[in-house]
């Protein structure tokens, strides 16, 4: 089974503060890692995926195997972060479809 | 935006009533895929599909039942709306290894 624990349901920031999101994982296979945003009203949008390694409007994220965790991190918050981030995994299921798994999200607020 | 559209995009109804939402897409990805999402609990899925009349159960599917009978359309249908139902429906496609969401529809069960 594959499951994805955010234990933060709300994060509270001011501007200019590093920010870490935490996410940790658990499956039996080798992931694959994203982090998805959902800005007020908005669809939820792709962020970040590990396997890329890039850095997306500031924020980074590592794959730590041996820790099973992806953390999103940003040095400097800003205020148009406020939003909500949810990160997913995905596997195979026993049939080998594709299939993700998200967490129940942390909601990001900048206060200014 | 992946050309997903759901409709409708928001519907009220009654307990017990039926409910069909579609999911449309113009770019011809294999998979779709239910959500729905709640306070507290992020995006659960539904049900998904990898193929034409080809679907499977996802973690929250009782009460629920889908169909894909074309490649662009994939329905979601509630049989018996019930007030444990009411939440924010949100339909996905896989593109180049990762999803993409529609724009949600909010069903509200009174």
């Known amino acids: 089974a594959q499951r994805v624990t955010q234990p933060e349901k709300l994060l509270s920031v001011f501007k200019g503060a590093p920010v870490e999101l935490k996410c940790n994982y658990s499956y039996s296979g080798s992931p694959e890692l994203f982090w998805y945003v959902q800005y007020s009203r908005q669809r939820l949008q792709l962020l970040l995926r590990h396997i890329s390694r890039e850095s997306i409007k500031g924020f980074t994220a590592d794959l730590n195997k041996g820790e099973t965790s992806f953390h999103l991190k940003k040095p400097f918050a800003q205020e148009e972060d406020s939003a909500m981030y949810y990160c997913?995994?995905?596997?195979?299921?026993?049939?080998?479809?594709?299939?993700?798994?998200f967490g129940k999200g942390t909601l990001l607020t900048v206060n200014p | 935006d992946a050309g997903i559209t759901q409709s409708p995009r928001h519907k009220v109804t009654e307990t017990g009533t039926p409910v069909t939402l579609r999911c449309h897409q113009t770019?011809?990805?294999?998979?779709m895929y239910w959500y729905r999402q709640d306070p507290g609990h992020g995006l659960r899925l539904i049900h998904y599909s990898y193929g034409v009349k080809d679907t499977d159960k996802g973690e929250v599917s009782d009460g629920y039942s889908v169909s894909r009978s074309k490649t662009e359309d994939f329905l979601l249908t509630l049989e018996s709306a019930t007030s444990s139902q009411t939440s924010v429906y949100f339909c996905a496609v896989r593109g180049t290894g990762e999803l993409f969401f529609g724009e949600g529809s909010r069903l509200t069960v009174l």
């Open positions: 770019e011809n990805h294999r998979y």
């Open positions: 997913a995994l995905s596997g195979l299921t026993g049939g080998s479809n594709y299939k993700l798994t």
